[in-house]
């Protein structure tokens, strides 16, 4: 990696006399890994707000992230989920009580209110609320929900302000279903970066989803990176990677009508088979980060059982110890794609007991083995952590 980053840095150079940026240049000049900022600084402020993206700004990220769903009228806006009843005030509304309702989400029922029966101007009434019980909800009822346009021109403004470069990190979600629902969300996608200027590779962009269709529709439309995120569904005692429904493969793979795909796990992407194709048309491979360091249950107090190992009545990551990381990291540089690892968060309970309660000490453990870049929900801890490793070198 060494090596090839000394090439691509000669490409640099050669690039700079053409244009701002090396057409291979990821990380967009920066020396160390980028900082994304998983849904804003949405361990602070609720997640997908414009408030939490310029908070995360302010701190330092390098990339806002905005997760994309499509109103009825056509509209992209910003939520994590279709369904809004978690991070939204749409409860309370009576005039939207006759829009609840149960609906398979990527095959999974759901019940609750969801974007793609509101208009833009209906949604716009609602207000955001934080997701989990144990962050402030001191901010709830205060930001509406973000149309994807909005986060393209914040984006554009403070690169502006600050003299460096904030980009944008887009996610389409449930890309298949939108799609099933005569709501496509890549062109519309295309066309709003199109507007801005920023369908171009040199652009502060990456597009991301789970389903390999997306990108690959992504890729005739646009000339932007692409990230093929690699999802599953939980990490086993013995700290195997658990793949059961619905997170057991991307869900344009579950209905699709080849049965190679439909045969396929998501564990089939970080095979050398599987970076070879993802590299034909994507340019990072993002995977859950437990697929290049994963984390096995242990009795570590000695009482005979393996569970509750820290004694807070809580069974969760605080309670493991880490496993050594795996080649993936190497292997995805080898076949020419960088490596973004999600999801990054300092609460005590997503922190594997090794990190002794320090979130640092997960990131210094990551960047030490040359990934580039995070997705972050706490970017100032992020930005410290990379700092920290800058000195140490
Ligand atoms: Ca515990």
């Known amino acids: 990696m060494r090596l090839q980053a000394f090439a691509l840095g000669l490409l640099g150079a050669l690039a700079l006399a053409a244009g701002p940026l090396a057409a291979d240049d990821h990380r967009f000049g920066r020396h160390e890994a980028l900082v994304v900022a998983h849904r804003g600084a949405s361990g602070y402020l609720p997640e997908h707000t414009l408030a939490g993206y310029e908070l995360a700004i302010d701190q330092g990220a390098d990339f806002i992230e905005p997760d994309l769903v499509m109103t009825k009228d056509g509209h992209l806006v ?73 986060v393209l021109d914040l984006a554009r403004r403070r690169s502006h302000e ?71 569904s939980d990490v086993a005692p013995d700290g195997s990677i658990v793949f059961e429904p619905p997170f057991d493969r991307p869900y ?16 089939f992407l970080v095979s050398d088979d599987g970076l070879r194709e993802v590299r034909s048309y994507a340019d990072v491979i993002s995977p859950w980060k437990r697929y290049v360091v994963s984390s096995k249950a242990v009795d570590r107090n000695g009482d005979g059982t393996v569970g509750d190992e820290n004694c807070d009545g809580v069974v969760n990551d605080a309670d493991r110890v880490l496993m050594p990381p795996t080649d993936l990291v190497e292997r995805a540089h080898a ?29 210094l453990q990551f960047l030490r083995l040359g990934v580039d870049g995070f997705f972050s929900e706490f970017p100032d801890t992020a930005v410290t952590a990379r700092e920290l490793l800058r000195l140490e070198e």
């Open 335 to 363: 076949h020419g794609l960088d490596v973004h690892l999600w999801t990054f968060r300092s609460e005590a309970r997503f922190l594997v007991s090794d990190y002794a309660g320090n979130p640092v000490n997960e990131y």
């Open 162 to 232: 600050e003299r460096r470069p904030i980009g944008v990190y887009p996610e389409t979600k449930h890309p298949t279903m939108h799609r099933s629902l005569g709501l496509p969300l890549e062109p519309a996608l295309a066309r709003a970066l199109r507007r801005v200027g920023w369908d171009r590779r040199q652009a502060p962009v990456f597009l991301q989803s789970f389903e390999p269709s997306s990108l690959q529709r992504l890729r005739q439309l646009t000339d932007n990176r692409l990230v093929q995120l690699v999802d599953a």
């Open 78 to 150: 910003v939520r994590h989920d279709l369904n809004i009843a978690a991070t939204t005030d749409v409860a309370t509304h009576p005039e939207f009580a006759g829009r609840k309702k149960t609906m398979a989400v990527d095959g999974v029922a759901e019940e609750g209110w969801f974007v793609t029966d509101f208009t833009l101007a209906e949604l716009r009434t609602l207000r955001i609320v934080q997701r989990y019980p144990d962050r402030s909800h001191v901010f709830d009822g205060r930001y509406r929900i973000p149309t994807f346009e909005e």
């Open 252 to 267: 344009d793979w579950t209905v699709s009508s080849d049965p190679e795909l439909r045969a396929r796990r998501f564990d």
